[in-house]
């Protein structure tokens, strides 16, 4: 009952405060003397319900006589919902579980929803509503991606994710290592990570051996960098890091210094939908609009710090075709002297503008790259 009952806890805070369900849900079990599996099952249930929300009020809406029940109610019942529906667990467990978690008042209503639930087949009115995305963010992927894939890739990303660790116990989606790669960053060479906050690629460019100088403009998340490269880099690793925080648009870097530069852009961060479960709530279609212009900015002024023979490397977090399509194209159009590289590996599909990780076929984040070379001398 305690891990249901927490499980509520942490669902109206997200519900009803705007927490971040990744950043609230490990902070508070590291509090808990909860075992493993039950920490897992914690997190399996807010990540769920939050990801599976427009799903899951469907199927307890047709039996609500008055969808307008408290907040309480409403996380219990697609709590419960959650449970039959994505987990299987059997009804009298997950109905009972349930409603052991919610004060006494709610309880007979709980109960007689989730019975029915539990008895009912979901046969669902639409495609957006089973895979429970905004109806804007299924336009989007559809037109970006064609109905199929983008059927796929949802699908991928309502299950969670799978971790991957680095070799030095970072914790890294490998769609990200796979960005790391793709600088191509070789040992001693100068890496300016001009978006580098938390540090993940910045790391991993310094456990190759590079000297990376990462910038960020945000101070607070800067210091994570520096956090996160004294956790992981020890003595004996060749490379460094080195932390600035400032914008990438007025970096007080000597101009044309670094064999690679790599902007890991702002973004819609609609590719790691599975690692941030309310994040598809959250993000506005405008958003994409409003970044765009800034996401050429900074890859226009990165250029400016790459050295002769040195090597640009553009990548987003997300799959929409215009926040890597349009950068790209705006770069290209002023500098027509850059030679484009191809797709880094084979894990990268064909992208307007680029290469693209689609999660249904890679077991990753979506993520978006270009990458260039700029004449040498
Ligand atoms: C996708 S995240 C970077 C993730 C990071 N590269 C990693 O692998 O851990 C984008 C970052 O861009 C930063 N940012 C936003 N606007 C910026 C600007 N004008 N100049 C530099 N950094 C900026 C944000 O603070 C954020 O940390």
Redesign the pocket.
């Known amino acids: 009952m305690a891990v249901r009952r927490l499980a509520l806890e942490l669902l109206l805070r997200v519900d009803e405060q705007g927490a971040y369900a990744n950043l609230v849900v490990p902070a508070r079990l590291t509090g808990t003397d909860m075992s493993g599996p039950d920490r897992a099952l914690v997190t399996s249930l807010v990540y769920g319900t939050t990801r599976m929300r427009r799903a899951l009020d469907f199927l307890v809406d047709r039996f609500l006589h008055d969808p307008e029940v408290e907040p309480p109610v409403r996380a219990a019942l697609r709590m419960g919902a959650f449970q039959l529906q994505e987990l299987k667990t059997p009804p009298h467990a997950a109905v009972s579980t349930t409603v052991g978690a919610v004060p006494k008042r709610a309880r007979g209503l709980v109960n007689a929803v989730l019975r029915k639930v539990a008895g009912a087949e979901a046969s669902w009115p639409d495609e957006v509503t089973r895979l429970s995305v905004p109806d804007w963010l299924h336009d989007q992927l559809t037109a970006d991606l064609g109905a199929e894939r983008a059927t796929a890739v949802f699908e991928t990303m309502n299950r969670p994710p799978t971790v991957t660790e680095r070799p030095d116990g970072y914790i890294q989606d490998r769609g990200?290592q796979l960005?790391v790669d793709a600088v191509d960053a070789q040992p001693g060479q100068r890496v300016l990570?001009?978006?580098?906050?938390?540090?993940?690629?910045?790391t991993g460019l310094a456990a190759i051996g590079a000297r990376v100088v990462a910038?960020?403009?945000?101070l607070t998340?800067s210091r994570l960098v520096a956090v996160n490269a004294r956790a992981v880099l020890d003595a004996d690793t060749p490379g460094r890091v080195h932390v600035v925080a400032?914008?990438?648009?007025r970096l007080p870097l000597r101009p044309g210094t670094f064999d690679r530069v790599?902007v890991?852009?702002?973004?819609s961060?609609l590719g790691s939908l599975r690692r941030r479960p309310d994040a598809r709530w959250r993000i506005d279609e405008a958003a994409i609009e409003r970044l765009v212009p800034?996401q050429a900015a900074?890859l226009e002024s990165a250029m400016a710090q790459v050295a002769p023979g040195g090597m640009l490397v553009y990548s987003?977090?997300t799959l929409t075709n215009a926040e890597l399509a349009a950068p790209v194209a705006q770069l290209l159009h002023t500098h027509p002297g850059i030679e484009t590289l191809g797709a880094p590996s084979d894990e990268w599909e064909t992208a307007p503008g680029g290469y693209r990780l689609l999660p249904d076929r890679t077991d990753t984040d979506g993520m978006g790259i270009a990458r260039f070379r700029l004449p040498a001398g």
């Open positions: 990200s960005v990570d001009m978006c580098a906050a938390p540090g993940g690629k910045s910038s960020d403009l945000s998340r400032g914008d990438g648009l790599l890991d852009a702002p973004c961060g800034l900074l987003v977090c």
